[in-house]
């Protein structure tokens, strides 16, 4: 197979509709895709490692990378700054690579305005009693900060009209392999809503 061209491909959904899940199947299933490392000021949860699930930044340092523009995207997010680095993100695009981010809808609305030849890609839990009890089955969040993120959510699905495709994330293979096969036919300058 021959491909046109290389684009990043944005992976978006409330948090614990299980984007980071879909993420990690696309990149075991698919070679010509790499994992954009987004840089972030909250702190480092369990066996997370700095440079892979993120690059963890204080909160000065980031504030100076967005003074010094390297940064693609960046918003805020319950308390803490996450952003995606231009400088990542060219340089895989330049080694014939598909970039795949998992970003948020606020970063993902200004990424799309900067690149607007990414592939944008929304999921949504399978309903919101779902995502709640994935949410609460975690146990990594007070009370409080799950409330927050299921409202978030509520938001977060409103915004989902932005983007180029959307999936319930009721089977994580089914859709990594839905969302592969759309990558190589934009690849390929096919039509993807068909």
């Not at 987004?38 to 699930?53: A, F, L, M």
């Not at 400088?87 to 970063?107: A, H, P, W, Y």
């Not at 009693?129 to 146990?139: F, Q």
């Amino acid at each position: 197979m021959t491909l046109k061209n290389y684009f990043p491909i944005i992976v978006s959904s409330p948090s614990g509709a299980g984007k980071s899940s879909v993420c990690d199947a696309i990149l075991r299933k698919c070679e010509d895709v790499e994992y954009s490392v987004s840089y972030t000021t909250r702190p480092i949860r369990g066996s997370e490692v700095d440079g892979v699930d993120y690059h963890f930044v204080s909160e000065d340092e980031f504030k100076n990378m967005i003074e010094q523009d390297e940064f693609l995207e960046w918003a805020e997010y319950l308390g803490y700054y996450y952003g995606t680095s231009r400088k990542i993100i060219q340089e895989k695009l330049s080694r014939n690579k598909f970039v795949i981010l998992d970003i948020e809808t606020k970063g993902a609305l200004k990424f799309i305005k900067k690149m607007p030849e990414a592939l944008s890609i929304f999921l949504f839990p399978p309903s919101m009693k779902e995502l709640e009890r994935r949410l609460r089955s975690r146990k990594t969040d007070a009370h409080e900060v799950i409330e927050t993120r299921l409202s978030n959510a509520r938001h977060e699905i409103a915004d989902s009209w932005h983007y180029d495709r959307f999936f319930i994330n009721d089977d994580i293979e089914k859709v990594s392999d839905k969302i592969i096969e759309i990558i190589y036919k934009k690849s390929e300058g096919k039509d993807i809503y068909g």
